[in-house]
């Protein structure tokens, strides 16, 4: 079911697409994200996203990156194909390096890992150009960390199938499912 946005009385506002399947946490950005001049519509799937695009032409997005069905991913670059001018913002509370280049790859503007509020979303669109004086990391990843930026490399492989992940990574299908479960340490 496609809702309107709450303020589409005004059509000189910028249209945003917020997809999240966490309802409370899409309820609180998207009044954020309005009374900071948008045009705000929630979905909480890739394919609920996509109906609302029918009818809604996003200049902005906000996609998390874990949703029911497909992942934000591929919701990425769908919107980029439809209009390679629209500004993403790829959200996760599972933050890998993995899925961070390829959400960059795909069209993503920028990737934050969550919790996330509204000024953050707010900078990150407003940059277009990489930072060349960004922090540089001296610290190597923990096991814990390589474990789980490979197990998403393979993952991305296998298009999210995880029968056929956990068949390359020689792994119980249950086990990896344990493990996707759980953060990156």
């Known amino acids: 079911m496609t809702t309107l946005p709450k303020n589409n009385s005004n059509d000189d506002l910028p249209n945003l697409l917020l997809v999240d399947d966490d309802k409370v946490f899409c309820s609180v950005l998207e009044k954020a994200m309005i009374k900071r001049g948008f045009n705000v519509i929630c979905a909480h799937s890739v394919n609920h996203a996509l109906e609302c ?7 902005f997005a906000v996609i998390d990156l874990r949703l029911p069905g497909p992942s934000g991913l591929v919701l990425v670059e769908k919107l980029k194909a439809m ?13 890998s390096i993995t899925t961070a ?3 960059i790859k795909l069209g993503a503007t920028h990737y934050l890992a969550k919790p996330v509020d509204a000024d953050e ?11 060349p004086s960004a922090k540089i990391n001296t610290k190597s990843l923990s096991v814990g960390q390589f474990e789980w930026e490979y197990i998403q490399r393979i993952l991305l492989e296998n298009n999210g199938n995880i029968s056929a992940t956990a068949k390359k990574l020689n792994m119980h299908r ?8 759980k953060s990156p340490l």
């Open 83 to 95: 209009d390679s001018g629209t500004r993403i913002i790829m959200l996760t509370g599972y933050a």
């Open 121 to 131: 979303i707010m900078m990150s669109f407003g940059r277009i150009e990489g930072n």
């Open 174 to 181: 249950r086990t990896l499912q344990r493990k996707l479960n």
């Open 101 to 103: 280049v390829e959400a």
């Open 53 to 59: 695009t029918k009818t809604f032409s996003p200049e």
